[in-house]
Each structure stands twice: as structure tokens, then as C-alpha cells.
């Protein structure tokens, strides 16, 4: 005997039915998402939906070419670069950055490991993670860096470093003991670095040395110094102002860094006038100093005429038992000698710089004005320095006040909640990057610890980073809705404090996470203290660039980089 579908004998099913029904198309979907649906759970109990991650899903891609591994968009925007009308003044190696920001991913380098760590990677590096050789066969005789199995071996040596870079950096001592190594002298700037050797070995005498060069056919030379542990930026002397403020450097070095200082009536040696602290030295180690042939003897002659017109003084020219000769300049402390020209040129400027005023702004043929009461603007000594009240602090009354609470928050935050609490593996860190770094307290705050950290202010920021070079430390402008002039992969960690809230007024925060995915090493830290609005909104975008997060006392991000990198699967999909 058959019986008969209740439901086939009622022509209206039964409440009891229908819930029945709906019951079971409930279950259905719920079983059904369960399967592709989850929710993340971070630190403290915020979490995000696949309705959010999968907004912040965006399609990753490989970028691609033949530089997509050590892909800088503001210097591989080859289209612009083809556009230039000039390139006499290396406008190719400045910054032309592309419009829509690119949202690529920087493919990692085959064999890409774990950087050697910190200080054995001052002289030995991975070979897989930088692996060109073009230095390796152009400076094959100067001992800049030698090929070993799987390592890049840096034995100090130099195109001017015959009897290596520490005999080097003695000999200009002697030279000149004002000098004194990491008391008088502590924040140095090194133009045409070369490999950072330079500034690599000046880490001893406790001087902070900001090495640069552009990106030229000498392949990888920043990518090698910032994989070695040393401070290090991309940058070029060409149509525009360096990213940093007057009157920064203790002194500015150059050998054989192949910049003609008196091209263009001396526009870029004025450049540097204006960089260097008053007082400062300019060490000037080339052919020109102690080489007679004609060629060399008017290079001289003109470097000669022009730093008498920017009333620099000679206070040493020697050469060394290596043969190899250097001069050094120091910059006036007073109007005296200006005065005095009987021909005003370069002139003067006609003011004082307004703040942040080098970002993209032609160079000048004029002397950069001096501070005020600039002979007694010398920092004190280090270290005393780096806490004392900067000779460029703002004059308002609460100023000092001001920067003192900074000082004391900043040991306070990192002593015992940054290296304390927040599960960060502080042995693994030696390039460190602070994106907004107001008075440098973070950077202070760190200094006894074997890391460096980069000072980045923001252009729409307060303009702090004279004080932040008056206290010994070093840093850069930037504006974080453009990609910042270093190689991929070349940060442990990048920290900021309440940055994102200015920034997403005039920029994607999807494209500022890119970067940052960009120039952090995988195994790599971010550390953001912001708003939870603007946690809630990073979060799910760094989730799906497949990080690690955790989020503590609704106020500080951690986020750890993997080896992830997006597939055709990952596209497809």
C-alpha cells in the first residue's frame, strides 16, 4: 500500500509544513556558507566578516616586466621617462610618478630568504636576495664587494679606500680632529655612496650616516647598502631640491661621487650649502684635489672659484700615503664674509625658506639665508643632543614644554607596551621606518637598541624634521599618496602614530597599504597606533594581502608580512 504525500493531498500547506520547509532552506544556505564563509577574529576581539575581507579582495596581481621584482613606481615610470624633453641634468633619475597609483605586487626574488641579521649583514648578505653582479664586475679591483658561493661578501673597500674604509674615516680625522667622530660630528650625509661602505663603518664612531645615490647603471647600489643594515635612500642631484631641510648635516662627504659641483652657476653645490649646517665640513675626496693633468686642474680651478664665491673656507687639503687627496670646506657661521664680496654673486636668497618647501622644488642659484644667532646653533654635543632642547624648536612658550612631554611619552610607550606587549620579535629588526614621526620620539626612544630608523615627515604634516636633525637623528619628506624612493623589501618595520585620518582626505588607503606591502621584507612588522575607524578599515585590506593582524587596547595594528605573493589561482579565483 502506497500512501499518499500529505503535501500533495492539502492544496495550501500546513503551518506546521511551512515551517518545516523554511527550516530546512535555512539550514541549506547556512551549511552552504559555512563552507566559504568565515569570520576573523583579531587581537583584542574585533572582527571582520567575509563581507568586508572579501571588499578589500581586490584581485591582486604580480607586477610585471623586467624590473617587477625591484619595482619603485615613482622611479620606473618608464612611459614619463620617455617623455622627458631633457636629460642633461638627470631628470631620468628623478621622481616621475604614475597616475592611477600602480596596485601591483613586487614579485620576490628567486630564493628570497630571511636577511642576514644584524651586524653580521654589515659584510656578508644573501645572494638570492639581491642577485645582480654588475658591481661585482665593474668594481671588481676596488674591493667594493666580491661574489662568495651564496653570499655577497663587503670588504670595506672603495674607489678612494685603497687601504679600506676604516683607515679612511681615521685619516680624515687626522686630518682635521674638530672633526671628533660622534661628538661634534654625528649626522652625516654621503653623496654617491657607492655601496655605503662609508657610512656602514662610520656606525662605530656613533655617527649617523644618510647615504645616497640614484638608481644608474651601478645596479642595486642602495638595494645592497639597506640588505647590509645601513641607512640608506634613493636620490639624485639633478633639476630639484633634496628632500631635506636647510641647515640639516654636521657634514656632507663625497668621493668621487662624479657630480659636477659648478654646472649651472653651481646649482648643486649651493644645493648642498643649504643642506649643511652652519660650521658644517664638506669633504670633497676626488682626482680634481691631487691629480695635476690639465683636465683635473680646471675642474679645480673651478671648484676653487666657486666655494670662495659661497664664502666656504679651506681648513684641510692633504693626501695620504695611498696617494689618494682630499679637501675639506666648512660653510660660514655669519654674514661677515658675504658682506665683504666685491661681486654679490651667487646672491644671496631673498628669505628664509618657508617650511617643507623641498618637496618638488627646482633648485636655486642663490646662498641659502643663515639661521638666526646661527654661530650659536651648533647642537650640543652627542649625546647629549638627542634630548636637549633642539636649537630649532619653535619659539612659542609651550614648545620646549611640548617636546619634553614627547620625549617622556615615547621612551615611556616603547619601553612597556611597544617591546613588551605587542608579540613583536625585536631581535629580527634593524631597518626601522617611522611614517609620521613628529619630533623623532619613537626614533629616540629606540636609540640603544641595534636598529636605525628613518624619519619620515609628511608634507601636509607640522614640519619637526630640523628638530629631528638637531637631535642627531636623520630623516625625509614625503608625501604617503606617492611611493617612497627605496628598493622593495627593504624595511623590517614601519611604524605610525594617528597618520591615516590626513592622509585618506587626499589619498586611497588601499594604495598607501600597497606600499607598504611593497617596501616591507616578508617576515616583516607594521606597528600603527590610530582610531579603531581607521584599524576597522586597514585591517581587512592587509588580511587579504594574506598578513598576519592583531589589534591591542583598540588602539595599536600589528601586522606581519609573509612570503605570499598572488598566483593565476589567486587571480582566477
Same mark, same amino acid.
Not at 619601553?415 to 609620521?436: Q, T
Given at each position: 500500500m502506497i500512501t499518499a504525500n500529505p503535501f500533495q493531498q492539502r492544496k495550501y500547506p500546513s503551518v506546521f509544513a511551512l515551517s518545516v520547509l523554511l527550516l530546512t532552506v535555512a539550514v541549506f544556505f547556512l551549511i552552504k556558507n559555512a563552507a566559504v564563509s568565515r569570520v576573523v577574529v583579531v587581537g583584542d576581539g574585533t572582527s571582520f566578516s567575509d563581507d568586508v575581507l572579501d571588499s578589500a579582495m581586490m584581485k591582486w596581481e604580480l607586477c610585471r616586466g623586467p624590473t617587477a621584482v625591484d619595482y619603485i613606481p615613482c622611479l620606473d615610470d618608464f612611459a614619463a621617462i620617455k617623455k622627458l624633453k631633457s636629460r642633461k641634468h638627470m631628470e631620468a633619475q628623478e621622481r616621475h610618478c604614475p597616475d592611477p597609483n600602480p596596485t601591483c605586487l613586487a614579485p620576490l626574488p628567486t630564493g628570497y630568504k630571511l636577511p642576514v641579521p644584524w651586524p653580521k649583514s654589515r659584510d656578508i648578505i644573501w645572494y638570492d636576495n639581491v642577485p645582480h653582479t654588475k658591481l661585482v664586475k665593474f668594481k671588481k679591483v676596488q674591493n667594493w664587494v666580491r661574489k662568495s658561493g651564496d653570499y655577497f661578501v663587503f670588504p670595506g673597500g672603495g674607489t678612494q679606500f685603497k687601504d679600506g674604509v676604516a683607515h679612511y674615516i681615521e685619516f680624515i680625522e687626522k686630518t682635521l680632529p674638530t672633526i671628533k667622530w660622534g661628538k661634534h660630528v654625528r649626522v652625516v650625509l654621503d653623496v654617491g655612496c657607492g655601496v655605503a661602505s662609508f657610512g656602514g663603518y662610520l656606525l662605530d664612531k656613533n655617527v649617523t650616516t644618510m647615504s645616497f645615490a640614484p638608481r644608474d647603471v651601478h645596479e642595486a647600489q642602495i638595494q645592497f647598502a639597506l640588505e647590509r643594515g645601513i641607512p640608506s635612500t634613493l636620490s639624485v642631484i639633478g633639476t630639484q631640491k633634496l628632500t631635506f631641510p636647510d641647515d640639516a648635516y654636521d657634514l656632507i662627504h663625497c668621493a668621487r661621487c662624479r657630480v659636477q659641483w659648478d654646472k649651472d652657476g653651481g646649482k648643486p653645490l649651493l644645493e648642498l650649502n643649504r643642506i649643511l649646517r652652519p660650521g658644517g665640513f664638506f669633504i670633497w675626496s676626488a682626482t680634481p684635489v691631487y691629480l695635476k693633468d690639465e683636465a683635473h686642474r680646471n675642474v679645480w680651478n673651478a671648484m676653487v672659484t666657486l666655494t670662495e664665491s659661497m664664502c666656504w673656507k679651506i681648513v684641510a687639503k692633504t693626501v695620504d700615503a695611498s696617494g689618494i687627496g682630499l679637501v675639506i670646506y666648512q660653510k660660514p657661521v655669519s654674514y661677515s664674509c658675504y658682506e665683504q664680496r666685491k661681486d654679490n654673486r651667487p646672491p644671496l636668497c631673498d628669505h628664509k625658506r618657508s617650511l617643507n618647501s623641498s618637496w618638488y622644488v627646482l633648485l636655486t642659484n642663490c646662498i641659502s639665508r643663515l639661521p638666526v644667532d646661527s654661530n650659536l646653533n651648533w647642537p650640543k654635543r652627542w649625546p647629549q643632543r638627542l634630548s636637549s632642547?633642539?636649537?630649532?624648536?619653535?619659539?612659542?612658550?609651550?614648545?620646549?614644554?611640548?617636546?619634553? +612631554?614627547?620625549?617622556?611619552?615615547?621612551?615611556?610607550? !616603547?619601553?612597556? !607596551? =611597544? #617591546?613588551?606587549?605587542?608579540?613583536? +620579535?625585536?631581535?629580527? *629588526? #634593524?631597518? !626601522?621606518?617611522?611614517? +609620521? @614621526?613628529? =619630533?623623532?620620539?619613537?626614533?629616540? @626612544?629606540? *636609540?640603544?637598541?641595534p636598529v636605525w630608523v628613518m624619519n619620515v615627515i609628511p608634507i601636509d604634516a607640522q614640519d619637526t624634521l630640523s628638530v629631528i636633525f638637531d637631535r642627531g637623528l636623520i630623516g625625509i619628506y614625503h608625501d604617503w599618496c606617492e611611493s617612497f624612493n627605496t628598493y622593495p623589501r627593504t624595511y623590517d618595520l614601519l611604524h605610525s602614530s594617528l597618520l591615516f585620518a590626513n592622509l585618506t582626505r587626499r589619498c586611497n588607503i588601499r594604495d598607501v597599504a600597497v606600499e607598504m606591502d611593497r617596501i616591507l621584507r616578508p617576515g616583516g612588522y607594521v606597528l600603527i597606533q590610530d582610531t579603531m575607524e581607521m584599524i576597522d578599515k586597514l585591517s581587512p585590506i592587509l588580511h587579504s594581502l594574506h598578513w598576519s593582524i592583531n589589534v591591542y587596547r583598540h588602539q595599536f595594528l600589528v601586522g606581519q608580512k609573509g612570503f605570499w605573493r598572488p598566483s593565476v589561482a589567486d587571480i582566477e579565483h
Open positions: 632642547k633642539p636649537p630649532s624648536l619653535a619659539t612659542e612658550p609651550d614648545a620646549e614644554e611640548a617636546f619634553k +612631554n614627547d620625549t617622556k611619552h615615547w621612551l615611556a610607550l !616603547v619601553s612597556d !607596551v =611597544y #617591546r613588551e606587549d605587542l608579540g613583536i +620579535n625585536w631581535s629580527s *629588526i #634593524r631597518n !626601522v621606518m617611522d611614517m +609620521n @614621526a613628529g =619630533y623623532g620620539g619613537f626614533a629616540a @626612544a629606540l *636609540i640603544y637598541q
